[in-house]
């Protein structure tokens, strides 16, 4: 098992090899000095290691072993930063073995000095899921599907990197997104809870960056399928394939999927406008489809040893349709009406993005990159309401009415980066980037007269234009200033310009920032197996592209989902502390946001008398969190990780434009335990359970989750799994109510999806499976999340 080692040391990295260069999995990595045994690690499938080491007078050695191999013996070598063995080949042993057996495992959550990495395909659990899931089931995180929102370490403003490019969609879109991104094409998914001064400032809670597989070789890869069922059919089918040349390196990612989903909606709500109170229950069957293809391919091509160019295009489509039928029971001073309302939605997206990028390296000391990227997003969303109204037997009242959302969006960015080792322990990394953004929000609502012509409401028609500028300049140094002690400081500055115009109400926000983001590093090594780090950053919430043009969604004809073009950006201070040893980890996170937005709060209308949910902006908010994973290793062959997060919070949004204080506390307990029968078969339990917690006004109550899976695996690396997500229907449940601090309003709301789902996965390998990495480059990487 590889330990959890100090993370203020540099790296020795290499590949273990045979005969054939094919990689060796499995092999075991030995790191000595003085004749002494420092640590150890093993190879992973790709045939590669790392090793973390520090200064020191006396020379190191590294020894490679593997069953069946003639062990090998590097030459003593000094401490001289990050070090690169390259390619370790090992010949066959003469002794002939009758049966080999290897066993392994890493830590199913790896902690560094900023972020976790979760390794997705060592998860039984995980295989054939879509990575929503997976991140349902990741510490730190919180997913409620309620509200289409995804927090980290107890706050809100996530952003979600799919291989260093941001994820342009808005929340729902972001939501179906990650529910159809299948596992099988990701590696892994960090989560990012303290970003350095390369990263853009964007993201109040920090980034989720996922990692597909990529990689080169001979040629090779694989070919998955999945089906799934839980009250309605959901299948997939994705290819990975990759290879290399002398010069030439590409990857293909592809894959398709089509989910039926059942999901039930049940709002409850009192609304009182003045003397006229009125009560109603509206419940909601949804049936949505969602048909997404993808497609992500690159090339890079190495011109000499120093000098490399790639381009990269991703492509996607998502075509979400969907049949719902909302009744509605009301009660106010004229009597009970009831009403049924049939509607049918589309939600079109695609997505293109195109990349180029050029890296030279001056010297072994100094490199640099440059990228370009275009995106276009559209976005179409119509929708038609049929109502029928019954206020007593025998008076029925019919109406029709629409909305439509249209949004094209165009983004263009460019950056520059530069690193440069000024001595042994010391290194510095400059950057430059520029992003510009334009967009068209086409949204009408309207009404079908008798005549059968549809009539624009006032008041919900209008077109939105946007023109969004961010300029960055940012510099940090990496310092190994003793043995035990180092430090990352850096310092970033964006200057920011925003406009948002109506057709009809003219110049609706003009916004102009800018604003400087330090961070600051520091870890201390005691020893080989523990390690306290703290860590000081500045972030900024911009509001997405959704929340500021508003969309309408109705529910029925008197609840309406919809944006806040009055909306501003947050600021948030964060400190993190974290200890790191050979198996606990821990970390302390303290933050104050100024101008917090809650996303997802019911307001109400007294004009028009509507109950109205959309993101509002709050006073302030404080938190502080504490996160504690530790992994055990019961007996051999049973393995177990176990998470705690607890967060104390103070929020004050404000309601009728005044503060209102609501202070709360909120934890979460999570399992995994793995079972390893035989070399060819696992076994998974996955549980978790979370208790209530706040949002603003809203108030999210527990949930429970169980996770079952079963894998295996055969020697031709045909791999097969069986995973029931949600046994006990419980963790597909998002139940929600409002603690409003006036008698104005009651509301509390249920979103109830498919659980428990059955899924059947199949992964077929492909030609070589001799991968290596192959660097993900982007210059919209670390954007902030824009619809």
């Given at each position: ?37 420092l640590q150890g690690t093993v190879t992973d499938s790709l045939g590669k290691f790392e090793v973390l080491y520090s200064n020191s007078a006396s020379p190191y050695v590294i020894q490679v072993q593997a069953l069946g191999f003639s062990q090998f ?279 293109a993005i195109i990349n180029f990028n050029f890296s030279h390296s001056f010297s072994d000391k100094t490199r640099v990159e440059m990228d370009y990227d275009y995106i276009r997003f559209e976005r179409d969303n119509p929708t038609v309401y049929q ?273 209102v204080k609501y202070a709360s506390a909120n934890f979460e307990v999570s399992t995994t335990q793995i079972f390893h029968v035989s070399d060819w078969f696992d076994a998974e339990l996955n549980a978790a359970y979370f208790s209530n917690y706040r ?93």
């Amino acid at each position: 098992m590889q330990t959890f080692l100090t993370k203020a040391q540099n790296t020795i990295t290499g590949k273990v090899v045979d005969a054939q260069n094919l990689p060796l999995e499995f092999a075991h990595v030995l790191l000595f000095r003085d004749s002494l045994f420092l640590q150890g690690t093993v190879t992973d499938s790709l045939g590669k290691f790392e090793v973390l080491y520090s200064n020191s007078a006396s020379p190191y050695v590294i020894q490679v072993q593997a069953l069946g191999f003639s062990q090998f013996q590097g030459e003593p070598f000094a401490f001289s930063g990050n070090k690169d063995l390259g390619n370790i080949l090992l010949t066959v042993s003469p002794t002939e073995l009758d049966e080999i057996t290897v066993q392994s495992t890493r830590p199913l959550f790896e902690q560094r000095i900023d972020r976790t990495v979760i390794h997705v395909q060592d998860r039984v659990t995980n295989l054939g899921s879509s990575v929503l899931g997976v991140l349902g089931r990741s510490p730190a995180v919180r997913v409620n599907r309620g509200i289409n929102q995804i927090s980290m370490m107890g706050k809100e403003g996530v952003i979600v990197m799919v291989d260093n490019k941001q994820v342009r969609m808005e929340s729902a879109d972001l939501i179906r997104y990650l529910e159809n991104l299948n596992t099988d094409l990701v590696e892994s998914i960090e989560l990012i809870t303290a970003p350095p001064a390369s990263y853009d400032a964007q993201g109040a809670a920090g980034i989720i960056n996922i990692n597909t597989l990529r990689g080169e070789g001979n040629l090779g890869g694989q070919i998955s399928g999945n089906f799934a069922y839980g009250k309605r059919p959901k299948y997939g089918i994705n290819l990975s394939l990759n290879g290399t040349g002398e010069k030439l390196t590409y990857y293909f990612n592809g894959g398709y999927s089509l989910a039926k989903d059942l999901e039930l909606v049940e709002i409850e709500t009192e609304l009182n406008f003045g003397n006229s109170p009125i009560v109603s229950r509206l419940d909601v069957e949804r049936k949505p489809a969602t048909a997404m293809y993808t497609a992500e391919s690159g090339l890079e091509w190495k011109i000499s040893p120093q000098t490399g160019v790639g381009i990269g295009l991703s492509l996607l489509q998502s075509n979400w349709k969907m049949d719902a039928t909302a009744l509605t029971k009301s009660r106010d001073l004229g009597g009970i009406t009831s009403s049924q309302t049939d509607s049918y939605e589309e939600n079109l997206l695609s997505q293109a993005i195109i990349n180029f990028n050029f890296s030279h390296s001056f010297s072994d000391k100094t490199r640099v990159e440059m990228d370009y990227d275009y995106i276009r997003f559209e976005r179409d969303n119509p929708t038609v309401y049929q109502v029928k109204g019954t206020v007593s037997q025998d008076d029925e009242q019919n109406s029709s009415f629409l909305s439509r959302a249209k949004t094209p969006l165009d983004i263009q960015v460019g950056k520059i980066d530069m690193h440069n080792d000024y001595t042994e322990n010391l290194s510095f990394d400059f950057g430059l980037k520029g992003t510009h953004s334009t967009f068209n929000n086409q949204v009408r609502v309207a009404e079908r007269n008798r005549e059968g012509v549809w009539v624009d409401i006032p008041g919900f028609t209008d077109s939105y234009q946007l023109d969004e500028s961010l300029y960055a300049v940012y510099l940090s140094s990496n310092w190994q200033i003793t043995d035990k002690f180092r430090m990352i400081a850096g310092l970033r500055y964006e200057n920011y310009e925003l406009i948002l115009e109506s057709s009809k109400q003219g110049k609706v926000n003009d916004r102009k920032m800018n604003n400087l983001f330090p961070n600051l590093h520091g870890s201390f090594t005691f020893d080989e197996n523990n390690e306290l780090s703290l860590s000081f950053v500045n972030r900024i919430q911009r509001p997405s592209f959704a929340m500021l043009a508003p969309y309408f969604y109705f529910f029925d004809e008197q609840t309406l989902f919809t944006g806040n073009p009055e909306l501003v950006p947050s600021l948030t201070h964060q400190i993190q502390l974290a200890y790191q040893g050979s198996r606990l980890s821990t970390t302390l996170q303290l933050t104050k946001e100024s101008q917090p937005v809650f996303d997802g709060q019911p307001d109400m209308d007294f004009e028009n008398k509507l109950l109205v949910v959309r993101p509002l902006q709050g006073l302030e908010s404080q938190s502080g969190t504490l996160l504690i994973s530790y992994p055990v290793e019961i007996t051999t062959g049973w393995t177990s990780q176990y998470d705690v997060r607890g967060t104390i919070q103070t929020q004050y949004p404000l309601v009728n434009s005044l503060p209102v204080k609501y202070a709360s506390a909120n934890f979460e307990v999570s399992t995994t335990q793995i079972f390893h029968v035989s070399d060819w078969f696992d076994a998974e339990l996955n549980a978790a359970y979370f208790s209530n917690y706040r949002s603003g006004i809203m108030y999210m109550k527990e949930r429970f989750m169980l996770d079952l899976g079963i894998r295996k695996t055969f020697s031709s690396g045909i791999g097969i799994s069986f995973n029931v997500n949600d046994v006990l229907n419980t963790g597909s449940q998002w139940p929600m109510t409002a603690d409003f601090p006036t008698n104005d309003l009651v509301y509390d709301w249920l979103f109830d999806a498919e659980g428990p789902v059955f899924r059947f996965n199949l992964s077929l390998p492909l030609g070589s499976r001799s991968v290596r990495k192959l660097e993900r480059r982007s210059g919209s990487g670390d954007e902030e999340r824009r619809l």
